[in-house]
């Protein structure tokens, strides 16, 4: 079911000292900004050879990372993304065997205009776990 790694999701304070530390410390390409009011966050996308860092920044006072970020005012480590061929499928079989799927269970359209899904935390060892189908 699990394809590549398509992304690893950091919560960070502050969305412009983030990027200048990935370009200018480290070296890396980095994207533009990319608001995405409907997931409460701005991403920027960090490209590597092999997969991608995702810098997550809260947009609006609803987001999903806030309570995150309140309890690890520094930043942290927030999701892993793992691409799937068939989204639903990956669903169907992850709530067959009984995985909590966020939200209302139907894929929204994600960074990369894909549909994408997340599942709980705790039902993979503590880590916020997204699919994304390509
Ligand atoms: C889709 C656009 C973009 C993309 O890649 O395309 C993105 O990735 S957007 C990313 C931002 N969106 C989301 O994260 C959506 C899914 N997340 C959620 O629905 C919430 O963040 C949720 C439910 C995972 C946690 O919400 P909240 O923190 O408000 O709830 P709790 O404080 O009750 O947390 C419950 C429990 O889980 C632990 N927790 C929370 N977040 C994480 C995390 N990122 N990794 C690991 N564990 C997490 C939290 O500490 C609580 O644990 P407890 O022991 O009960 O204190
Ligand atoms: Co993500």
Redesign the pocket.
């Known amino acids: 079911m699990l394809g590549k790694v398509n992304?690893i999701?950091i919560a960070v304070p502050d969305m412009a000292a983030a990027t200048a530390t990935y370009r200018d410390t480290l070296g890396a390409k980095v994207s533009p900004p990319q608001a995405?009011p409907e997931?409460?966050?701005t991403?920027v996308f960090v490209e590597l050879p092999n997969t991608k860092v995702?810098l997550?920044e809260p947009l609006g006072d609803a987001s999903?990372?806030s309570?995150?970020l309140e309890?690890s005012p520094a930043g942290g480590m927030?999701?892993i993304?793992y691409e799937v061929d068939d989204i639903v499928a990956a669903r169907d079989r992850l709530a067959a065997n009984g995985a909590r799927v966020?939200?209302d269970g139907n894929p929204?359209i994600?960074?990369?205009g894909k549909p994408?899904l997340?599942l709980?935390?705790?039902d993979f060892f503590?880590?916020?776990v997204?699919l994304?189908e390509v």
Do not use: Q
């Open positions: 992304h999701a995405l997931h409460g966050v991403v995702e997550l999903p990372i309570t995150f309890k927030h999701h993304c966020l939200g929204k994600g960074a990369h994408v997340f709980h935390p705790k503590g880590t916020l997204e994304e």
